[in-house]
């Protein structure tokens, strides 16, 4: 059978195994970007191939949490076990939480930025001010764009932390303020200072406040560590969060989930839509219903030790790949609760070969990149990388 098609494109198999074959031949030496290579979906597939889910349609359209019986088929039932489960790790109560799993850690940040939004404005009857470092995730810049708000981006300083007294210069004393915190900067993986920029807030009682936490990548792991806590909104009080469940869960397409109060829930500005014969408080209408199911199924596949292993194993290697490179005098740094490891910048061939991200910061000389330690990032791996450097 002939693989063309009239414009000449290959449409055959052979195709697409290429393809893949030379996505899985870089797999062990992918370590520029946050990706779980360590599949823990290998049972899922077998049961979605064997109950017939992959021949139905599912449409997570409507909220999860509403109570309604809803006509077009969907998961919402293990959405809403996804969101307590994080609920949970997060210090959430569970009868007072509200969230669902997203398309991605920008669509949770854009859920975050629009409900602090419409949160603060039905408070305050003010539009807020937006904060955020210049290190964070580029999408809380973007969404502050797509949103229409009144946006302040506040220097970082050389760890990628938001400069305290940059953040307190800039508030706007008689408007709302609608806080960004970063708990892993993209490139660095810095955390902002959650207790200084609380206590900088609490000089100033009447300005209103919402916090949303955006910790795409170490939402994920930092609750299996010592610092927990930093995720913990009763230790570290925040409004709301996003996480990644493309990172360290390990999902095969980008997901996320955003978790936030009922309180705030209750404060938004939903839309009454009667063909689903519920309110929507949310941005999306229709939802992946296959996400919610693949979370599900990592999270109730995977126990507590074992995500405790991979939490510890990332941060050890991590710390071991520091060091490493220190031994060969190559510059090199890595924050507190990090996975990330930043440094000067290799030649192009090596850049190329690992997929190394790239950036550039001239207090550290210049070019730099980094290498985010995943489940898959081993040690064997990282040497053929260091005698690469030699």
Not at 48 to 74: K, V
Not at 180 to 201: E, W
Not at 279 to 307: G, Q
Request: proline fraction near 5%; glycine fraction near 6%.
């Amino acid at each position: 059978m002939n693989a063309d098609n009239n414009n000449g494109i290959d449409l055959s198999e052979a195709r697409l195994d290429d393809f893949m074959a030379s996505i899985i031949s870089k797999k062990s030496r992918d370590f520029g970007y946050p990706i779980n290579r360590k599949s823990l979906l290998i049972g899922f597939y077998r049961w979605l191939w064997g109950s017939g889910m992959n021949l139905n349609m599912l449409n997570n359209a409507g909220d999860p949490f509403d109570g309604q019986e809803h006509t077009i088929p969907n998961t919402f039932e293990f959405e809403r076990e996804v969101v307590q489960y994080f609920a949970s790790l997060y210090g959430f109560e569970q009868d007072n939480v509200w969230g669902m799993v997203t398309f991605s850690g920008t669509d949770g940040n854009n859920h975050g930025i629009y409900f602090g939004s419409k949160y603060l404005e039905k408070k305050t009857g003010k539009k807020p001010v937006m904060y955020v470092s210049d290190a964070a995730h580029y999408s809380s810049k973007r969404l502050a764009d797509l949103q229409n708000l009144d946006l302040r981006v506040i220097p970082s300083d050389v760890h990628g932390r938001m400069i305290v007294e940059e953040f307190e210069k800039a508030l706007v004393k008689d408007r709302p303020a609608l806080v960004v915190y970063a708990l892993g900067t993209t490139f660095k993986g810095g955390c902002d200072d959650q207790d200084a920029l609380n206590a900088v807030l609490e000089k100033y009682p009447d300005i209103t406040v919402y916090r949303h936490m955006d910790a795409a990548l170490f939402g994920g792991y930092l609750p299996h560590t010592k610092y927990r806590d930093f995720v913990n909104t009763n230790v570290h009080p925040f409004d709301s969060i996003a996480i990644s469940g493309h990172k360290f869960f390990g999902t095969d397409e980008p997901a996320g989930v955003f978790i936030t109060s009922m309180e705030v829930r209750k404060n938004q500005n939903p839309v009454e839509v009667s063909y689903l014969n519920a309110d929507m408080p949310m941005i999306s209408c229709s939802r992946s219903a296959v996400s919610p199911l693949k979370l599900w199924w990592i999270i109730n596949h995977t126990s507590k030790e074992e995500f405790e292993e991979y939490s510890s194993g990332m941060l050890e290697v991590a710390e071991w790949l520091k060091e490493e490179l220190e031994k060969i005098g190559w510059p090199v740094w890595l924050e507190p609760m990090s996975n990330t490891v930043y440094f000067r910048r290799p030649p192009v061939d090596v850049v190329k070969k690992y997929d190394l991200a790239p950036d550039f910061d001239d207090r550290l000389g210049g070019e730099l990149s980094h290498i985010v330690v995943m489940q898959h990032v081993k040690k064997e791996k990282l040497q053929e990388f260091i005698d690469d450097l030699k």
